[in-house]
Structure formats: C-alpha cells, structure tokens
C-alpha cells in the first residue's frame, strides 16, 4: 500500500517545541483512524496519540496535556504539536494508518 511520510523531527531542548506531519496519498487515509508512535533506542514502540475521521482524539497518559494530534483532511495530512518536550520524548517517531506501509519516521531528539 502506499507509504505513509513523516516529517518535522529534529534536536530541540527541553521545555521546547516541535510539531510533526504525516502525509499520505488515498482516500482511505481520510476516513481511517490515524496513529502516532514512537520508538527509542532499545525500547519497544510505544503508542502516542490517534485521532478518528470524526476528529475524536485519545492520548497516552505521558503526552497527555503536552501533545495535541489534528488532522487537514484536505492536504490528508496528520500533525503532531508537540509542547514541553522532556529528554524522554526522544525517539523516532511514526505514524500509522491501517493499509498503509509504514514510513521511515522522524527522528526527535530532545537534550540540551
């Protein structure tokens, strides 16, 4: 299926922000849940955010508060507002839609 295409990752310190795109081609991608992840180093990927095609949105208790997930139907893009970022938010970050490849993902470094 068609390769889903994260960007905007990038070295930031704590306390900053970053926000996150997700780009795809397809109808399914507008009527289908979309998902952020993220995987750190040695660590198993963990969920981070989903957003319905109603615009329902659910988050994972450690972004909670900080992170915001939205969606552009017409550009089918997904992003990822990301505030107050912690050194424990470094990861690769990916996004997820059921039918597509997964991207390379976009790497999020927080440090000072």
């Known amino acids: 299926q068609v390769q889903l295409v994260e960007s905007g990752g990038g070295l930031v310190q704590p306390g900053r922000s970053l926000r996150l795109s997700c780009a795809a081609s397809?109808?399914?991608?507008?009527?289908?849940?979309i998902r952020w992840y993220r995987q750190a180093p040695g660590k198993e990927r963990e969920w981070v955010a989903t957003?319905?095609?109603?615009?329902?949105?659910n988050y994972a208790d450690s972004v909670k508060g900080r992170f915001t997930i939205s969606r552009d139907i017409a550009k089918n893009t997904v992003h990822l507002q990301m505030n107050t970022l912690k050194p424990e938010d470094t990861a690769v970050y990916y996004c997820?839609?059921?039918?597509?490849?997964w991207g390379q993902g976009t790497q999020v470094t927080v440090s000072s």
């Open positions: 997820y839609c059921d039918g597509y490849h």
């Open positions: 957003i319905t095609s109603g615009g329902i949105t």
């Open positions: 397809g109808s399914r991608f507008s009527i289908a849940p």
